[in-house]
């Protein structure tokens, strides 16, 4: 007891003689000691807020654009000679123009153009693959007139027309030959056709086909109606074309002449005439299935495998006055006139004796003899294998259903 009670006061002794200490961080406030209710003071430490200085600094960006001025350039205009350089022209004596040599005037050449349903190749257009062209010079024979001009493609020689009749342009090609020292010209077909085309051409139809032709009503076909008369129904195609070559021949025979039709009519009105009877229509449809068969084969028809045939037809396709062997009487001969031949052609004669085999009126009786170059045989017989192409060519769409060509 004693003992704890020293303890105490030595305890006590101690504490009261300690220092107040300066409190840890910064020491206690003399608020820190406790009061006598036990609370503690609030303690802060006081730091000074701190912002270091950043000066505000934007690096000096002067505003720099690059001078890209637009280089000059020189004006430049090249020269050109006034006078463009085509070579020597000469004109020749037989009035063709040749102008320095191989000449070209960049034609459009289409080989193995659109194939239709109806198989067809466009051969026709300009033809020049950068052969010679010659400028061949005019022609003018009863009011129709063409220019020509001849070119040379794989090595052959071929001659391209461009005919102006009635108001209407178009253009024949056509292949070169020689026959008996003569030189000659065939027709070149502008289309070719798939070979089932062709068989469909020759070959007959199961029934016959009744067609009225949209030309009944037509003036060609009222003023020629004594002399023509269609087909009332085709028993195959090649009938069809038979009409159609000569209604065509008649037709721009007579737009040909509109205006001196009625003149013509009446002077002529009382003359004599031989009609095609069915029997010369049966020799024309034979021809037009050999035409049809040389178009396939891409055979053109030379004179020399007609004129030794006495059966074959001519078609005249254009005026000729001509004289009778007979008497020497002068007459004419027009388009869609037939003749044939009365004696075969010798090769190197250069003229045919003909016989009129129907005429129109005013034109030279039937039965009558008379003399015609061969080339305006060749002419007539260029004429109808062209008129046949044209006539194949519409066959594809014209054709009623049923016997439209079908692959």
Same mark, same amino acid.
Not at 177 to 184: H, L, P, Q
Not at 202 to 222: C, K
Not at 334 to 347: F, H, K, S, W
């Given at each position: 007891?004693?003992?704890?009670?020293s303890? @105490?006061?030595?305890?006590?002794?101690?504490?009261?003689?300690?220092?107040?200490f300066?409190?840890? *961080?910064?020491?206690?406030?003399?608020?820190?000691?406790?009061?006598?209710?036990?609370?503690?003071?609030?303690?802060?430490?006081?730091?000074?807020?701190?912002?270091p200085?950043?000066?505000?600094?934007?690096?000096?960006?002067?505003?720099? %654009?690059?001078?890209?001025?637009?280089?000059s350039?020189?004006? #430049?205009?090249?020269?050109?000679?006034?006078?463009?350089n085509?070579?020597?022209?000469?004109?020749?004596?037989?009035?063709?123009?040749?102008?320095?040599?191989?000449?070209?005037? *960049?034609?459009?050449?289409?080989?193995?153009?659109?194939y239709?349903?109806?198989?067809?190749?466009?051969?026709?257009?300009? #033809?020049?693959?950068?052969?010679?062209?010659?400028r061949?010079g005019n022609y003018?024979?009863?009011?129709?007139g063409?220019?020509?001009?001849?070119?040379?493609?794989?090595?052959?020689?071929?001659?391209?027309?461009? #005919?102006v009749?009635?108001?209407? %342009?178009?253009?024949?090609?056509y292949?070169?030959y020689?026959?008996?020292?003569?030189?000659?010209?065939?027709?070149?077909p502008?289309?070719?056709?798939?070979?089932?085309?062709?068989?469909?051409?020759?070959r007959?139809?199961?029934?016959?086909?009744?067609?009225?032709?949209?030309?009944?009503?037509?003036?060609w076909? *009222?003023?020629?109606?004594?002399?023509?008369?269609p087909?009332?129904?085709?028993?195959?195609?090649?009938?069809?074309? %038979?009409?159609?070559?000569?209604?065509?021949?008649?037709?721009?025979?007579?737009?040909?002449n509109?205006?001196?039709?009625a003149?013509?009519?009446?002077?002529?009105?009382?003359?004599?005439?031989?009609? /095609?009877?069915?029997?010369?229509?049966?020799? @024309?449809k /034979?021809?037009?299935?050999?035409?049809?068969?040389?178009?396939?084969?891409?055979?053109?028809?030379? /004179?020399?495998?007609?004129?030794?045939?006495?059966?074959? @037809?001519?078609?005249?396709?254009?005026?000729?006055?001509?004289?009778?062997?007979?008497?020497?009487?002068?007459c004419?001969?027009?388009?869609?006139?037939?003749?044939?031949?009365?004696?075969?052609?010798?090769?190197?004669?250069?003229s045919?004796?003909?016989?009129?085999?129907?005429?129109?009126?005013?034109?030279?009786?039937?039965?009558?003899?008379v003399? /015609?170059?061969?080339?305006?045989?060749?002419n007539?017989?260029?004429?109808f294998?062209?008129?046949?192409?044209?006539?194949?060519?519409k066959?594809?769409?014209?054709?009623?259903?049923?016997?439209?060509?079908?692959?």
């Amino acid at each position: 007891m004693f003992l704890n009670k020293s303890l @105490i006061v030595f305890v006590a002794l101690t504490v009261a003689s300690v220092p107040a200490f300066a409190g840890r *961080g910064g020491g206690r406030s003399s608020g820190g000691s406790r009061s006598s209710g036990g609370s503690r003071s609030s303690y802060s430490p006081s730091r000074s807020s701190y912002t270091p200085s950043r000066s505000s600094y934007s690096p000096s960006r002067s505003s720099y %654009t690059p001078s890209r001025s637009t280089p000059s350039r020189p004006s #430049y205009t090249p020269s050109r000679p006034s006078t463009p350089n085509r070579g020597t022209y000469t004109p020749n004596r037989g009035g063709t123009v040749n102008r320095g040599g191989n000449y070209n005037r *960049g034609g459009t050449v289409n080989r193995g153009g659109n194939y239709n349903r109806g198989g067809t190749v466009n051969r026709g257009g300009n #033809y020049n693959r950068g052969g010679t062209v010659n400028r061949g010079g005019n022609y003018n024979r009863g009011g129709r007139g063409y220019t020509q001009r001849s070119y040379v493609r794989g090595g052959n020689t071929y001659v391209q027309r461009t #005919y102006v009749r009635g108001g209407n %342009t178009y253009v024949r090609n056509y292949n070169t030959y020689s026959w008996g020292g003569r030189g000659y010209y065939s027709y070149s077909p502008f289309y070719h056709y798939n070979s089932w085309y062709y068989g469909y051409c020759y070959r007959p139809w199961y029934t016959p086909v009744f067609w009225s032709w949209g030309w009944a009503n037509d003036p060609w076909y *009222g003023y020629y109606g004594y002399y023509y008369r269609p087909y009332p129904t085709y028993a195959a195609p090649a009938y069809w074309l %038979t009409d159609f070559v000569i209604a065509d021949l008649l037709a721009e025979r007579y737009a040909a002449n509109a205006a001196a039709n009625a003149a013509y009519a009446q002077a002529n009105a009382n003359a004599a005439a031989t009609p /095609i009877s069915d029997e010369v229509k049966e020799q @024309i449809k /034979i021809q037009v299935e050999a035409e049809v068969k040389a178009h396939q084969d891409q055979r053109p028809v030379q /004179i020399d495998t007609v004129v030794t045939d006495t059966r074959h @037809i001519f078609a005249v396709t254009e005026e000729l006055n001509v004289t009778t062997t007979a008497d020497n009487a002068p007459c004419s001969l027009t388009e869609g006139d037939l003749i044939r031949l009365a004696n075969p052609v010798a090769q190197g004669d250069a003229s045919a004796t003909m016989t009129v085999v129907t005429a129109k009126k005013g034109s030279c009786a039937a039965g009558a003899l008379v003399t /015609i170059s061969v080339r305006d045989l060749t002419n007539f017989q260029n004429e109808f294998s062209a008129r046949v192409e044209k006539g194949m060519e519409k066959m594809k769409t014209d054709m009623p259903d049923g016997s439209k060509p079908q692959q």
